[in-house]
C-alpha cells in the first residue's frame, strides 16, 4: 500500500531557493584574492547563482556537462558550487595541491569543458594550456582585476552582469548527478566520487540533525576546509540549511591570518584538518588568547593528535573529531558527546575524543575480518570497516576495475580504514589497511603510536612507517619532525611510550626530516615516507 | 547523468535502528495508566518494538494492513509507532476524543483489524464493540491489569514477552505508507492522511535541521501534543533521529500534573496547542514559579494568544509558533527568530512572535487570491495558504471528493488558511477561509479580533464568529468565556480594541457561555458555536 503524499525530486536548488526565504541576517564573509573582505547574503547569493545559470547556458553548458573549479574558499566558488547542480550539470572541484600530472589527468578524465579559476592559478594554467587544449576559463574576478594572459578567459563578474536574477530552476529526478570529487590520493591515484543531488541533499538533513545542536542558532562557521576537499564536508549544502553564516578565508590559511579573521568575524565553529590546527594553536599560544567566540572545531581527515585536541579542550574549544572519505560525501562518525559523556573527567572525555565517535544517521557500518566474517562491536575486535548508506559511493566515475573492488557481496563499501566499535556505538579509527605494520603476526596501529610519540616535547609531528623485516615480516620506523633544534633519541622517545605499549611495539629506529610531506588534503603523506626511507636499514639488521 | 552513490529506501525502521547504536543515556519516560513512572532507553524501546513486530506477524497482520490505536502518550503507544510501520504495515491513530460516531466512522474507514488501546478506554470500547464486530483488540498493560471484560482482548505484555529482541527489519520502497491519521474535524467531516516512510523520514530531517540548534544536544522533550494528534507533531521520528528523551504523560494533562512532570523530569522544551499552556501558566501563576529546566515551547494547532506569549516569554520561556496540519505531517513553518530578531526591544518581538514564523526546509508556500493569482509577500496582501513538497499530502484516503478539491493545478494544495507573508519569509496566518467574516465586502480577521479581545481583563477564552446580515452580508459576533464572575459589556470590551481595530472590524454584540466547546484536538469548535448561535438577533435587527 502506498501512502498518499506528494513527491517532489530532493534537488539542491531547493536549498538556495530556501535560505534566501528563511534566513534573513546569515552571510558570506569572503577574504578574497583580490585583497578585500566581501560580504553577501544568500538571497544575493541565489541572485548571482541565478545570473552565472543562464551565463552558463548562454556558454553551452547542458545537464550533465561537467564544469570545473580551480578555487579557494569565497562566495563566487560557492555560487558556482550553486549553480552549477541548479541547472543539471555536475561542479567538479579540482584541487590545486594536486601535481601538474595529477591535475591533467583529472580534468581529462572528468570530461572537464570549461574551468573557473582565482587569480593565483592563473600562471599554472598559462603552462598546462597546452595539455588541455579544449578547455575554456572564467577567472573569478571583475574586470579591473583581469589579469592579462594568453589563456582563452573570460571574467566571472562580466558573465553576471545585466543578466536577470531569478528563474525557477528546472526539475530532475534526484538522482542526477550533482558533483564529482576525486580522493586525496593518499593511498594511490585519486578516483572520482560522483554525487547526486539525493546524496547531497540527504547528506545536508543529516549533518544538520547530528552537528546542528551542537552549532547553535544560525552560527558563523568557518571551513577552513577547502571547498575542493569533499564538498568541504558538506557545508556549502548545510549551511543554508540551517541558516549558517559562512566565513570564506580566500587562500590565507596560515595561523595568524586564520586568528584574525575568527576575532574579527566572530566565528563559532570552524572545520579542517589537523594541520591546520597546529597552526592555529601555535598561533593562540604566541598571542596567549584563542580569538573570543571560538567554541566549536570539527576536525576530520586525519586523526588529530590528542596533546592538540587537549589544548584546544583547555580553552574552552569543544574538539569534535569527524570521521569520513570523499566516498562518503563525507560525514561517516562525529563525534560529539552525550550529556552523560560531558559529565566525565577530562581525562576520560579526552580519551573519548581521540574515537571517531558515533554513527551519523543514515550511515550503516560493519566491521569485518580478512574473510569478511562481521566482528563484535566490543571495542576491542578490530576489522575493515564497510559502510552503507544513501551518502555512500557505489562506485567510481569511470574506473570499473576500482568500482568492482568497491563494493562486497552485500552491497557495503570497504574504507580501507581499520576500526573497533565500542558496545556503546562509539567508533575508533585503529589505521588505514595500508598503514598499519605487520610484525609477528600481530599488528601494530601506527595511529596508537604516534599519538603517544607526539607527547614527547621535542617532537613537531610524526609518523610511523613499516619497513621489511626478514624474521618479523614488518617492523615500525619512527619519522619525526623535531621542534626545535634538539633531536630526541630513539630511548628518550620509547621512555615516553613504553608505559603505554608492549615492548614489540615500540619503534626500531627513529630518523628525522626537515619538512613533513603532505598530501594535497593536508595530510602526511605516508606513500612518500615509505618511498624516501625504503633503503633504511634497521639497527638489528646492521 | 545519473549519480553513482548507494541507494537505500529510507524507512522509518531505520530511526530506531539508529537511536539504539547512537543515543545511549536517552530515555522514554512514561506516566503510565497504571500508576507508575517507566522509563527505558532507545535500545530496549527497539528490541521491545522487534518483539511486538514478531507478534504481530503471529497475529497475521500483514504488510498494508491497518493497525489502530487509542492510547495517550506513553512507551507501548511509541513502540506500536515504530513497530508496525517497520514491518510494513500502516500504524493509524485514532483520537479518542472524538465522537463514538466518528469513531466508528473512522474505524470502518480506515478498515482497522485490530485495535491498541489504554486501559481507560475499554469502557467506552465495550459500548461500541457492537459495531465494530470484526476488531480485535490488545490492552496496553501486563497481565496483573488486565481489565475483566468481554472484548476478545490480549495483553501486550504478554505479547511480547519471551520473544527475540533483533531483527533485520524487512526492506521495501520508500513510498509504502507507514501512518493513517484523520484531520481534526474543525471544519467538516475528518478526512485521512495517509504518509508515507519518505514523507515521514523527511519531515523528521527537515524538523531535526530547523529545530535542534534550538534544542541543543540531545533535549528532554515532553510531548503533551498526543501521538494521534498528526504523530505528536513528528516528535517520535524526530527523537530518535537527535537523541532526544522523551517524557511521556500519559492521560495527565492538567497544569499541575504538567509542572510536576516537568520538574520531576527536567523537561527543557514541551509541545502542545494553546489551551494546554492556559493550563499550565494557571499553574505557574498560583506556584509562583516554572519548572527549572523548561526554556522552549512549540505551540500550534490554533493560534497562541499574544497575552499567554508574553507570560511565558517574560519568564524566560521561548515560545516557538508552529503553523501545520494534519495534511502537512504537520511541520509547515515555525517561528524561532534570527539572532538580530532576538536582540529587538521585547514588544517587537512579542509581535514577531503572533506570526507563525518561516516555513520549514522542504515546504514551499505561496498565497492566491480567489481566482488563483499569486499575491506579493509583502506582509500586506492576504490570500489562502498553498503548501508543496513531501511532507504534504497528495490527496485523502479513500475520498476521491476530498482529494479531488485539496490540489490547484500547478500540484499546490489549498490549506483553507488565510495567511499573509513578509518579504523577510515570515508567514503570518490571518484566518481560517471559513472563520474570515466578510463585512460590506471587507474581511475581517477572527484571529485578530480575539487576540485584542483576550487583553481585557475578565476575558478567559474567546472567539469570534460571523452571524448574517441582509446589508453587511455578516457582522462578527463575540463569543466570551468571562474568567471570574464580572460578565464585561460590549462596550467595555470595544475600548480595549478601538485603538487597534477600524470601527467596522469592531464586533456588533457580545454574548457568554461557561464553557467554550472544544474539537476533539483541543480547538474551540467555531463550527459548535455557529450553530449554536445561529438564531442570536444582532442589535441593530431587533
Ligand atoms: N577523523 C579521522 N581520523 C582518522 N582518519 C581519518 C579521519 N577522517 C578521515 N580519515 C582518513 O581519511 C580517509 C579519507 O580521505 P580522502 O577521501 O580525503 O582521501 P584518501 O583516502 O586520503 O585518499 P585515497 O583514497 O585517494 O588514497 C579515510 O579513509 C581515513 O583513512
Ligand atoms: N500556529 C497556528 N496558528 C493558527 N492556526 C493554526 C496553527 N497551527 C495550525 N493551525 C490551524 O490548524 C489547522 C490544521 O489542523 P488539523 O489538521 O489538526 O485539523 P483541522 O483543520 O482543525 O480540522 P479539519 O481539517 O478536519 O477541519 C490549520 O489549517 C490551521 O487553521
Ligand atoms: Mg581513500
Ligand atoms: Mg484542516
Redesign the interface.
Known amino acids: ?8 525530486p ?1 534537488l539542491q536548488s ?2 538556495l ?2 535560505a534566501a ?6 552571510e558570506i564573509v569572503s577574504r578574497r584574492v583580490e585583497g578585500d573582505l566581501h560580504r553577501q547574503g544568500w538571497a544575493e547569493t541565489r541572485a548571482r547563482a541565478v545570473q552565472l545559470s543562464l551565463a552558463l547556458e548562454d556558454l553551452g553548458i547542458a ?2 556537462d561537467r564544469v570545473a573549479t580551480l578555487a579557494w574558499n569565497g562566495h563566487r566558488h560557492l555560487e558556482i558550487y550553486h549553480a552549477v547542480p541548479a541547472m543539471g550539470a ?1 561542479c567538479h572541484t579540482i584541487n590545486p595541491r594536486l601535481s601538474a600530472e595529477q591535475m591533467i589527468f583529472v580534468a581529462h578524465h572528468a570530461g572537464d569543458r570549461l574551468l573557473f579559476t582565482d587569480l593565483t592559478f592563473v600562471p599554472l594554467l598559462e603552462k598546462l594550456h597546452d595539455r588541455l587544449p579544449d578547455m575554456r576559463y572564467v577567472i573569478l574576478t571583475d574586470r579591473a582585476h583581469m589579469p592579462d594572459t594568453g589563456l582563452q578567459a573570460l571574467c566571472y563578474e562580466d558573465l553576471l552582469e545585466g543578466r536577470a536574477t531569478d528563474r525557477a530552476w528546472p526539475e530532475f529526478p534526484e ?4 558533483g564529482l570529487c576525486y580522493t586525496s590520493g593518499t593511498t594511490g591515484d585519486p578516483k572520482g ?7 547531497n541533499m ?1 547528506h545536508a ?2 549533518t ?3 552537528l ?8 558563523r562557521i568557518l571551513p577552513v576546509v577547502p571547498l575542493f576537499h569533499v564538498n568541504a564536508w558538506g557545508l556549502p549544502f548545510t549551511a543554508p ?3 549558517a553564516s559562512l566565513v570564506m578565508p580566500g587562500p590565507a590559511l596560515d595561523g595568524a591570518s586564520l586568528w584574525d579573521l575568527c576575532q574579527a568575524e566572530a566565528v563559532q565553529s570552524a572545520w579542517g584538518v589537523p594541520t591546520i590546527w597546529q597552526g592555529l594553536m601555535a598561533e593562540i599560544q604566541s598571542r596567549g588568547a584563542k580569538p573570543d567566540a571560538l567554541r566549536h572545531i570539527v576536525v576530520g581527515g586525519s586523526a588529530m593528535p590528542r596533546s592538540l585536541t587537549e589544548a584546544f579542550e583547555k580553552m574552552g574549544v569543544d574538539v569534535n573529531h569527524a570521521w569520513g572519505m570523499t566516498e562518503t ?1 563525507p560525514l561517516g562518525s562525529q563525534g ?1 558527546l ?4 560531558r559529565d566525565r573527567p577530562f581525562a576520560e572525555r579526552m580519551a573519548l575524543k581521540q574515537g571517531q565517535g ?2 551519523v ?2 550511515v ?1 557500518m560493519k566491521i569485518v575480518d580478512d574473510a569478511g566474517r562481521r566482528q563484535p562491536h566490543d571495542g576491542q575486535a578490530m576489522g575493515e570497516l564497510f559502510v ?10 569511470d574506473n570499473p576495475d576500482a568500482t568492482a573492488r568497491a563494493v562486497d557481496a552485500e ?1 557495503w ?1 570497504g574504507t580501507g580504514d581499520i576500526a573497533s566499535i565500542r558496545p ?2 562509539f567508533l575508533t579509527l585503529r589505521d588505514r589497511a595500508k598503514d598499519l605494520i605487520k610484525s609477528g603476526g600481530e599488528w601494530i596501529s601506527s595511529i596508537d603510536v604516534e599519538n603517544l610519540a607526539l607527547t614527547h616535547p621535542d617532537v613537531a609531528q610524526c609518523a610511523v612507517i613499516a619497513l621489511p623485516h626478514p624474521k618479523w615480516d614488518e617492523r615500525p620506523l619512527l619519522v619525526v619532525k623535531p621542534r626545535g633544534d634538539a633531536r630526541p633519541g630513539l630511548e628518550d622517545v620509547c621512555a615516553v611510550l613504553r608505559p603505554h605499549l608492549a615492548s614489540w611495539q615500540l619503534p626500531d629506529d627513529i630518523v628525522f626530516v626537515d619538512e613533513m610531506p603532505m598530501t594535497a588534503t593536508g595530510k602526511i603523506s605516508k606513500l612518500t615516507l615509505r618511498q624516501r626511507f625504503a633503503d633504511h636499514v634497521l639497527p638489528d639488521l646492521r
Chains 1, 2 share one sequence.
Open positions: 500500500m502506498d501512502g498518499l503524499m506528494m513527491h517532489r530532493l531547493g536549498l531557493d530556501y526565504e528563511a534566513w534573513p541576517g546569515a545537464p550533465g555536475v538522482t542526477t548527478a550533482s566520487v560522483l554525487y547526486s543531488h539525493r546524496s540527504l538533513l543529516a544538520a540533525a547530528v546542528g545542536p551542537d552549532l547553535g542558532p544560525q552560527p540549511l540551517v541558516g560525501s560529539s552525550t550529556p552523560q559523556e558515533r554513527r544517521f543514515g550503516e552503507r548508506g544513501n551518502t555512500v559511493a557505489a562506485g567510481y566515475h552491497g563499501f556503546d556505538g
